[in-house]
């Protein structure tokens, strides 16, 4: 493209404003243009009540342009969920209140705002809080492929009593206004930990095949989708990456992952948040689409893509305390023009920088801001 290497020529900013401001419609939701806020956890919610600085923390993005929030990830309401007293919670009066007092701030900001629904499973350290006598669990008690088992190997009832946590999250998040909910199934926490041969070795109807390995996933949509109203939009985030293991594959083969995503989509999931590392990269070896590109086109379903949005650097490089300079959208546009994915979602650049999305959508980039890895302690 000509405007390539001049991110600030007038053409490139009516090109980013014309593919990113078009609405989009999730199920029953129209969200106003196409750009998401990814789900960062921020632990700034001391007893799991998001207070009047979470709340503007949000807020503040949606002003500035950001068409969907998704939360940080929020504990359901099971003991084992996490293993953190700041990280929100998505149960008990005063949590949910402070949740509600976000959704309106997003609301007449202008956005559109979906909790993360979340269950660690076996990342939880015993003793931890906000439950300190609550077990880690998980499919097999397995943290990662190869391990020992280190926590429980769920019962029935410990897996039932999950999926009703979820669906429970999930009417509440719909009755205090949410506009629709996203299920974490991501990163190797509890129901990635089933959907991964690595750390699932059941033998009943939630291991095995592919398939099978789906049904506990597939049960919490399910159940979720049966709590809300039919409009309500269900989106599931999922990755072949694992917090411990970033060489981890779900799907080796597009035929894999539709084994995989098939069920989920016929579960009730509206739109799939494929989670990658780098969204330019190819997932498979013979076409460029990425993860979302291909969940979309083995689904039909709608898809957001992720992974390092207008930075030249990965997140995991956060981590060791390193930035990231700023990196041109075009690539992006294009993909997002070809209909490869629907919406996309940014973490970093939107966590350095509240007015990212503005920025992006009226053609200011030459105010971009490089990522600095000190924004990830603070809230504003």
Do not use: C
């Amino acid at each position: 493209m000509s405007t390539a290497s001049d991110p600030a020529a007038p053409d490139a900013a009516v090109r980013a404003a014309r593919v990113l401001s078009r609405p989009v419609t999730l199920n029953g939701l129209t969200v106003p243009n196409r750009i998401a806020m990814a789900p960062m956890t921020r632990m700034f919610s001391p007893g799991g009540i998001p207070g009047e600085d979470v709340r503007d923390y949000y807020a503040r993005r949606a002003a500035a342009g950001v068409g969907l929030i998704v939360t940080e990830g929020t504990y359901v309401g099971h003991p084992s969920a996490g293993e953190s007293d700041r990280v929100p919670r998505f149960h008990g009066e005063e949590q949910l209140a402070g949740w509600a007092k976000v959704t309106e701030a997003v609301h007449e900001a202008g956005g559109t705002i979906v909790p993360q629904l979340w269950h660690i499973g076996m990342v939880r350290k015993a003793g931890k809080p906000p439950f300190p006598e609550a077990p880690a669990m998980g499919p097999s008690g397995l943290v990662t492929a190869g391990a020992e088992p280190t926590g429980k190997a769920m019962t029935q009832q410990d897996i039932d009593d999950v999926v009703a946590a979820f669906a429970q999250a999930a009417a509440d998040a719909e009755r205090i206004g949410f506009d629709g909910v996203e299920i974490h199934g991501a990163h190797g926490y509890l129901v990635d930990q089933f959907l991964w041969e690595g750390t699932n070795r059941r033998t009943d109807a939630y291991g095995g095949d592919p398939v099978a390995r789906t049904t506990f996933a597939a049960e919490i949509v399910a159940a979720v989708r049966e709590k809300v109203s039919p409009e309500f939009p269900v989106i599931f985030r999922f990755s072949q990456w694992k917090m411990h293991d970033y060489t981890a594959r779900l799907a080796e083969t597009p035929e894999e992952l539709e084994a995989i995503l098939t069920p989920l989509a016929a579960a009730g999931v509206d739109v799939f948040h494929a989670s990658t590392r780098r969204y330019w990269l190819p997932e498979f070896d013979g076409s460029d689409l990425n993860l979302a590109g291909w969940a979309k086109k083995l689904t039909g379903k709608q898809v957001i893509t992720v992974g390092s949005v207008g930075l030249d650097g990965e997140f995991t490089d956060s981590f060791r305390g390193e930035g990231a300079p700023v990196k041109n959208i075009d690539n992006l546009l294009d993909r997002l023009e070809a209909d490869e994915f629907d919406m996309v979602a940014v973490g970093r650049a939107l966590l350095q920088d509240p007015e990212w999305a503005a920025k992006v959508l009226q053609g200011r980039f030459d105010e971009l801001k490089p990522y600095d890895a000190e924004s990830v302690k603070t809230l504003y």
